[in-house]
């Protein structure tokens, strides 16, 4: 059962516009959140995360949003460039921080 | 980028022979996973090892083993690989056991089952 997920396979951006991905989960336990990026033939490459204590964290074009009571996140990339078009998958982890759970992954295409 | 390398990256192999993929870092960070990445089903943990000899099943750790004598390295193992096991296989690697540490994977290895 999927714990994380992804429920928009593909989603495609003009450049310059906003990119925003979503993520679900049903796992209350889970405290910490966080997205990648993935090239083909390379593995996933750390992108943003969050704690569960925070609602916002931002990194220079990108943004991570929490809303807790709704078990939702979301990645928001402004603005988008074509070299941010990739597979982005979520993932999660509860308060042992053993395993990580991943979404299904949502494939970017950045129009230039 | 993190210091790790899978071997082997690309392999073929028969059904019923055994496999061994290697997973080697340099970060000397205590925790080691193995992952799976299929169509459809995104990542999914098959084992991981939270130091030397200790380790741990993941959701589908059904058909593989691993091993972890030194920490750099940490071996999966096919017994008698089938066609259900053909993926992408990434190791990965976190300092504090995951809790506010992210992971950072290797390049992956593609393996296939015929």
């Known amino acids: 059962d999927q714990q994380v997920k992804q429920n928009s396979p593909s989603l495609s951006v003009q450049e310059g516009r906003i990119s925003i991905l979503n993520c679900d989960y049903t796992?209350?336990?889970?405290?910490?959140f966080l997205w990648y990026k993935k090239y083909p033939a390379e593995g996933p490459t750390f992108l943003i995360s969050?704690?569960?204590?925070?609602d916002k964290n931002e990194d220079g074009r990108f943004t991570v949003f929490l809303n807790k009571s709704a078990k939702h996140l979301s990645l928001h990339i402004v603005p988008s460039q074509p070299g941010d078009s990739a597979v982005y998958f979520c993932?999660?982890?509860?308060?042992?921080?053993?395993?990580?759970?991943f979404g299904t992954g949502t494939s970017l295409t950045v129009i230039p | 980028d993190a210091g790790i390398t899978q071997s082997p990256r690309h392999k073929v192999t028969e059904t019923g022979t055994p496999v061994t993929l290697r997973c080697h870092q340099t970060?000397?960070?205590?925790?080691m996973y193995w992952y799976r990445q299929d169509p459809g089903h995104g990542l999914r943990l098959i084992h991981y090892?939270?130091?030397?000899?200790?380790?741990d099943k993941g959701e589908v750790s059904d058909g593989y083993s691993v091993s972890r004598s030194k920490t750099e390295d940490f071996l999966l193992t096919l017994e008698s690989a089938t066609s259900s096991q053909t993926s992408v296989y990434f190791c990965?690697?976190?300092?504090?056991?995951?809790?506010?540490?992210?992971?950072?994977f290797g390049n992956g290895t593609r393996l296939t089952v015929t």
């Open positions: 993932a999660a982890s509860d308060h042992t921080g053993n395993q990580f759970y």
């Open positions: 796992n209350s336990m889970f405290d910490y």
């Open positions: 090892s939270y130091g030397v000899k200790d380790t």
């Open positions: 990965a690697i976190s300092d504090g056991g995951g809790h506010n540490s992210p992971l950072h």
């Open positions: 969050i704690s569960s204590i925070k």
């Open positions: 970060e000397n960070h205590r925790y």
